[in-house]
């Protein structure tokens, strides 16, 4: 097992430039997006490496709530898992420093009028500027309620499922659509 110090070695190429306390920065990621195991232990240190490191390489920032360490269950290892998950504003955000992003339509739903408590759907349309005639490509993607909404163990939707059905699906579909449109800068997040 490294020790602290040594760890801090190993971290500072991850740390972004001009922090005060690269020590405290590493301390809040930690705190911040790792959060501890079910038992209250730390989480390991290679997760907060690979976090770091896909944090670098995206330049996403953890604490702007850019970028999500998530952790799932994994039956095969019978442990949880690191998974990098980027926020809607974290895939916004790398999509406009292509410099190729050209915007978004509104969120299309069916049902059209929003008549019922959850959507069935969610249709974004984005574009993609084409590098050499600056002309709006379009991208447009679905995302479907039975295949996103989030339950929980008891098999009701998971808080903002519930509070905010709509936006959710609409965030989904979104994701799906910058996803499709912006493939090398958004692989692997």
């Not at 995302?143 to 699906?169: D, F, G, H, I, T």
């Not at 994701?175 to 958004?186: D, Y």
Request: hydrophobic share 35%.
């Amino acid at each position: 097992m490294i020790d602290v110090k040594d760890q801090l070695k190993v971290l500072i190429k991850y740390i972004p430039e001009g922090l005060s306390s690269p020590r405290g920065f590493v301390e809040l990621v930690k705190g911040q997006a790792l959060g501890l195991t079910k038992d209250g232990k730390g989480r390991p240190f290679e997760d907060l490496l690979y976090f770091l490191h896909v944090c670098k390489k995206t330049g996403l920032d953890p604490l702007a709530k850019q970028i999500y360490a998530i952790y799932r269950w994994d039956y095969r290892s019978g442990a949880e898992k690191i998974t990098i998950q980027a926020s809607i504003d974290g895939l916004r955000l790398t999509a406009q420093r292509s410099k190729h992003y050209g915007g978004q339509d509104d969120t299309k739903f069916t049902p059209e009028d929003e008549s019922t408590k959850y959507p069935q759907r969610a249709t974004v349309t984005i574009y993609r500027l084409n590098p050499k005639t600056g002309e709006r490509m379009p991208v447009t993607a679905t995302a479907r309620w039975s295949e996103y909404a989030q339950y929980n163990k008891e098999n009701k939707l998971v808080a903002m499922w519930e509070k905010m059905p709509y936006n959710q699906l609409g965030k989904c579909a979104e994701a799906l659509a910058l996803r499709k449109g912006f493939p090398s800068e958004l692989s692997g997040i």
